[in-house]
């Protein structure tokens, strides 16, 4: 299982095109000579570009190894996680752009801070911080580990090669650069996966047969409907839980908000949320499929005993190189495909983090920087993190297993984060060390990252978990949901001990009217209840302009509009009204 010649070379030409990308933003246009170019694309991008960036963000190769090791080991269950696809992004289509987009802010976290206060910005911005490096040197490291393991190629040289190159195009072109790569990476990854797709299953006799077996040995999942939340994939587990997943990141992440924010205008924001979701099934589609065709293939064609891998991300890689090793090319652009999906997430991962870093720790303390200054800072600061992750990767490779882990709010859904996350990740180190944790579970010996990510090797024995133990069994895709559900209550309580924010201390153009307008049919005094006692949004009640306050400026008239923003869609408040009540006009 050797690369060959072509093989390196169609390797290496993703990397250089990556590069050429990098260097013609860089070359080109103003050159990145302003932090709105640099870290906005001078919010010039169309929706389809967008849109295929947001879906190369997180399209990374821990779910290219993944997701077919899922489908091949425990079957078609995990293709039910599509249905939460299309919540999970019309939500955000409607209520998240239209409030970030007007708000005209950079930073997810900015909004914290018109929202609430400084306090809960900074600690956003550190979460977002800490999470992101971690994540980034996993992403890097674990796809180079497995294909080290398979290929033999050569682990910290593709480590080293992919992490500066990526550094490289992300310090030089800007986000322009990045949205532009994810493109060109989106359709190597598809390439990729499909050709094996293809080559698979004409070896075993075509795609009817591939399914036709499947059904026979049961892989083909039924509608499982039993709404317990510990069972790990069920179709309230994928379609509920993976709603508030999706929202987590389509709806606040602020790798995927910065792309929203860099498009032209608020309608072209939208519409690359729409165009994510045809390309979401189409991917979901891609990676189930090449567990199906797997699955086949290892029928027909079983590998001996001292040949199978032993971890499941290796799973994707060995049947690859099996079944495309009499095809010169393929293999590399497969190779290409999984590196693909690293480098989309890692560059997305260091322009969002020099943004936050930029916008929310920076220029607060030094407001009279220079625009020169701020965009040469803004390069470092990708820079930075660029070789940050270098040294995340190294860390990675020590770490062993790792599992997906208002104010007061804020810090009591971290809190039961990392209870239940720390708490699986211990119950998980007994099993790793050959002592079968209370549930039965069996994970992999120390080093299998992506499997550990991608959740791959959690199988259910019989041995039912009690107490602790129990809740430490919470299915993966309930983690946004329960965290979420967590900070909202906290955050409920403590503002009913302490007193609710007064309505004229409130930016409106915070506040999404969601139950008025889900229910704008009810008869308006059922709509004044829901907006906490006040008037209803559509009630005549002489609109005043009230002081609204967008990056610390003062504006008596609304938000004002970007280039190319559509009119009628400013908010206004009547004068006295509580902060739900909000209306829709025309400036």
Known sequence: MEFTAIDYSIFALLLVLS????????????????????????????FLPVALSLLATFQSAVAILGVPAEIYRFGTQYWFLGCSYLLGLLIPAHIFIPVFYRLRITSTYEYLELRFNKTVRILGTVTFIFQMVIYMGVVLYAPALALN????????????????VCTLYTTLGGLKAVIWTDVFQTLVMLAGQLAVIVVGAQRVGGMAHVWRLAQQEGRISGIDLDPDPFQRHTFWTLAVGGVFMMLS?????????????SARSEREAKLSCYAVFPCQQLVLCLSCLTGLVMFAYDQQHPLAPSGRPGFSDQLVLYFVMDVLKDLPGL?????????????????????????????????????GLSEPR??????????????????????????????????????????MAFWVGIGSLLRSSGAAGGTPPPNGTV??????LTTLLATTLLAPTSAP???????????????????????????????????????????????YPVLPRLLCCLPPKCRRGLCCGGDSPDQD???????????????????????????????????????????????
């Not at 590069?19 to 990145?32: E, K, T, V, W």
């Not at 393991?149 to 500066?164: E, I, K, Q």
């Open 19 to 46: 590069s050429a990308i990098g260097l013609f933003y860089a070359l080109s246009g103003d050159r990145q000579r302003t932090v709105q170019e640099f870290l906005l694309a001078n919010r010039t991008m169309s």
């Open 149 to 164: 393991a398979v290929t033999g190629f050569d682990l910290w040289s593709a480590v080293l090669t992919m992490g500066l």
């Open 249 to 261: 990141l389509y709806g606040v992440n602020q790798a995927q908000v910065q792309r929203y924010l």
């Open 331 to 367: 293999p590399g652009l497969f190779v290409a495909c999984l590196f693909s999906g690293s480098l989309s997430t890692i560059s997305s991962a260091f322009n969002s983090l020099a943004t936050v870093t930029m916008e929310d720790l920076v220029r607060p303390h030094y407001p």
């Open 374 to 415: 701020a965009t040469l800072l803004s390069k470092l600061l990708a820079l930075g993190y660029g070789l940050l992750c270098l040294g995340m990767a190294y860390v990675s490779s020590m770490l062993g297993p790792v599992l997906q882990g208002a104010a007061v709010g804020l810090l009591a859904g971290l809190a």
């Open 443 to 448: 994970l992999p010996p120390d080093g299998n």
């Open 465 to 511: 978990p009690r107490g602790l133990q129990k809740f430490y069994s919470l299915s993966y895709m309930w983690y946004s949901a329960h965290n979420s559900t967590t900070v909202v209550l906290v955050g409920l309580l403590v503002s009913l001990l302490t007193g609710p924010t007064p309505a004229a201390d409130v930016d409106p153009r915070t506040i």
């Open 541 to 587: 009640a002489g609109p005043r302009h009230t002081e609204a306050k967008s990056n610390g400026v003062a504006n008596s008239l609304g938000p004002p509009r970007w280039p190319g923003e559509e009119e009628g869609q400013g908010y206004i408040r009547r004068e006295g009204a509580p902060t739900c009540a909000l209306q829709e006009t025309s400036f």
